[in-house]
């Protein structure tokens, strides 16, 4: 299991930009696919990006491409995702995932059932 902590959220203006981490703890953090979710009130939980073991492959919901990035620093054990222009809509809790399933293609990363799971950061867009 893979201890998670995000951290880096916060109220901003839309347009504006924030840069969320995830901090893991254990050494097989590079072994792990790590993704974020986000879940607004009232609202499901949904795929928000994820990323491969080595950062060579990455997935992006429909919402956010073109927008958020997300990256990782294996040696720092740490998976970010920056975001910018963002918009009110983009206001949710949002939660760091991790799997040691074997995911490449970014269909599949978008679409498993993650096992670990942050306790949430909040992001606020002000229009």
């Known amino acids: 299991q893979v201890q998670l902590v995000e951290s880096g959220g916060g109220l901003v203006q839309a347009g504006g930009s924030l840069r969320l981490s995830c901090a893991a703890s254990g050494r097989t953090f590079s072994t792990a696919v790590m993704a974020w979710f986000r879940q607004a009130p009232g609202k499901e939980r949904e795929f928000v990006a994820g990323i491969s073991r080595t950062g060579g492959s990455t997935s992006y919901a429909n919402s956010v491409k073109g927008r958020f990035t997300a990256s990782r620093d294996n040696a720092k054990n740490t998976v970010y995702l920056q975001m910018n222009s963002l918009k009110p809509e983009d206001t949710a809790v949002y939660y760091c995932?991790?799997?040691?399933?074997?995911?490449?293609?970014?269909?599949?990363?978008?679409?498993?059932?993650?096992?670990?799971w942050g306790q949430g950061t909040q992001v606020t867009v002000s229009s």
């Open positions: 995932a991790a799997t040691k399933t074997f995911l490449v293609t970014p269909q599949a990363i978008q679409g498993y059932q993650y096992e670990d």
